[in-house]
């Protein structure tokens, strides 16, 4: 347990559903992160938020909504997805400015049918 | 942000150190270099930063070159657990916050074999 939880680990949805994954941590930490990581490719960062304000849109199509109602909780809704959509999904906060310290969670893996 | 380079892969025997290398030849003067590593299926784990200073924790060793153009992360003993993949990370670019985004590249797998 890294201290970043992250539910559900595994969804399988089709392409006309709606769904959401949750992420939620405890540490005390000011920004919150989404990663994607597909198969055989780096992690690529999504959104970014800080006290719960989005900071930024790394060009994620809007069938990706994030929500962060607090500094402890980070959702995605996800809607009408691709199969391409399918993937590791990965939330991460950290505390301060530094690139040390990131915490992640161990992911929702998403398959879109 | 620094952009750097690893080996695809490595292997080290069970027990023995392991020295992952990382090639930063652009990285500016206050730039950090941070090592992550992820271990299959999971998300990425912090191991060690450092700047210009060699730098040691419960989880591994960091050697970084006096020009800094390199560093090494070194794990004394490794273990089965050990096999990841490592990433090298230069200083990340800043968000609009000015906090740092790390930016992950492809990593080096390290595979340790029994």
């Known amino acids: 347990e890294t201290g970043v939880t992250q539910t559900p680990r595994h969804l399988v949805m089709g392409m006309t559903n709606k769904k959401s994954l949750k992420c939620e941590q405890h540490l005390g930490h000011n920004a919150m992160y989404w990663y994607k990581q597909s198969a055989k490719k780096p992690l690529e960062l999504m959104f970014v938020y800080n006290f719960k304000e989005q900071t930024e849109n790394n060009s994620v199509p809007s069938r990706f909504s994030p929500e962060c109602p607090n500094s402890s909780h980070l959702f995605l809704h996800l809607h009408t997805l691709q199969p391409e959509d399918s993937a590791l999904y990965l939330c991460?906060?950290?505390?301060?400015?530094?690139?040390?310290?990131?915490?992640f969670g161990s992911g929702t893996r998403l398959t879109v049918v | 942000d620094a952009k750097t380079t690893q080996p695809t892969s490595m292997d080290c025997a069970e027990g023995r150190a392991a020295n992952l290398p990382c090639n930063h030849s652009?990285?500016?003067?206050?730039?950090?270099v941070y090592w992550y590593r992820q271990i299959h299926s999971q998300g990425p784990q912090y191991i060690i930063h450092g700047l210009k200073n060699n730098e040691t924790n419960e989880m591994a060793s960091l050697i970084i070159t006096e020009d800094r153009k390199s560093s090494t992360l070194i794990l004394p003993h490794a273990t089965l657990r050990d096999t990841a993949v490592y990433y090298c990370?230069?200083?990340?670019?800043?968000?609009?916050?000015?906090?740092?985004?790390?930016?992950f590249g492809t990593g080096t797998r390290l595979t340790i074999i029994p």
């Open positions: 991460a906060s950290s505390q301060g400015r530094g690139g040390y310290g990131y915490t």
């Open positions: 990370i230069g200083r990340g670019v800043l968000s609009n916050f000015g906090n740092e985004k790390l930016t």
């Open positions: 652009t990285i500016s003067g206050n730039e950090y």
